[in-house]
């Protein structure tokens, strides 16, 4: 966090916001402002250079051929990366989750590169798309409740050694892999299936993000009570029987 405030970025909303993942956003940016931190919400259109000096960078979903050129754009840019590697914070959702990985299988049916942030690689499944309310356990070791979203995706993806998955689903697919996984996290980057907005749904996720930006181990409490109301809501939902 610079003395200007934090700096929280949306990459490329024209691309990657299908599924109302600036949701993420908008969340990251009103938890921030209840907090009295000072911080500046950047949305970078995929036609404008990725600024390195963020604290925060979010990522959406995005359908296959606006994921391609993407993922073309931020290699070729390297913005992202170079934060990463001054450490940064990265969410991501959906085809922006595939993204950070090594590779991904982009519209044409062919290999895509990723930006290898996340020691990830993902194929596109054969059997039925994953479609519904997920419910599973966040790692321990992140300190939050249990993850609630909705999936949507064909894909399947697969961790590296490097990768500890996110969560251990306990309703839906996560990953797609039929090992329980959702997701994949490693210090600072971090990457799901889940929509919702997932950080409607979680936002302590969105605390957990705020926190690392700030390098500070707890925040002032704020009112809790919407978010909770949505959160119970939906995880009674996915608890019903199909």
Excluded at 115 to 123: E, P
Excluded at 172 to 185: H, K, S, V
Excluded at 212 to 233: F, G, H, Q, S
Aim: glycine share 12%.
């Amino acid at each position: 966090m610079s003395d200007n405030g934090l700096r929280l970025v949306w990459v490329y909303p024209d691309l990657l916001s299908t599924y109302g993942d600036q949701g993420n956003a908008l969340v990251v940016e009103r938890r921030a402002r209840q907090r009295r931190l000072d911080v500046h919400r950047i949305d970078v259109r995929s036609d404008q250079p990725v600024p390195t000096s963020g604290d925060i960078y979010l990522i959406g979903g995005g359908e296959d051929r606006p994921q391609r050129l993407a993922a073309e754009r931020l290699r070729r840019d390297g913005g992202l990366q170079r934060a990463v590697a001054n450490g940064a914070i990265v969410f991501s959702v959906c085809a922006g989750y595939q993204i950070l990985g090594h590779e991904f299988i982009n519209d044409l049916g062919e290999r895509e590169q990723g930006l290898g942030l996340l020691d990830v690689v993902s194929t596109r499944g054969e059997g039925e798309r994953c479609v519904g309310d997920v419910l599973g356990d966040i790692d321990p070791q992140l300190g939050l409740p249990p993850l609630t979203g909705f999936e949507n995706h064909q894909g399947i993806t697969h961790l590296g050694p490097s990768a500890r998955p996110f969560a251990r689903v306990q309703i839906g697919r996560g990953n797609g892999t039929g090992d329980g996984t959702e997701g994949a996290f490693n210090d600072t980057v971090f990457g799901t299936y889940m929509h919702g907005p997932v950080l409607a749904r979680n936002p302590l996720i969105a605390d957990l993000l705020l926190k690392l930006a700030l390098d500070v181990n707890a925040l002032p409490p704020v009112d809790d009570r919407w978010y909770e109301a949505l959160r119970n809501e939906r995880i009674t939902a996915a608890q019903q029987p199909a």
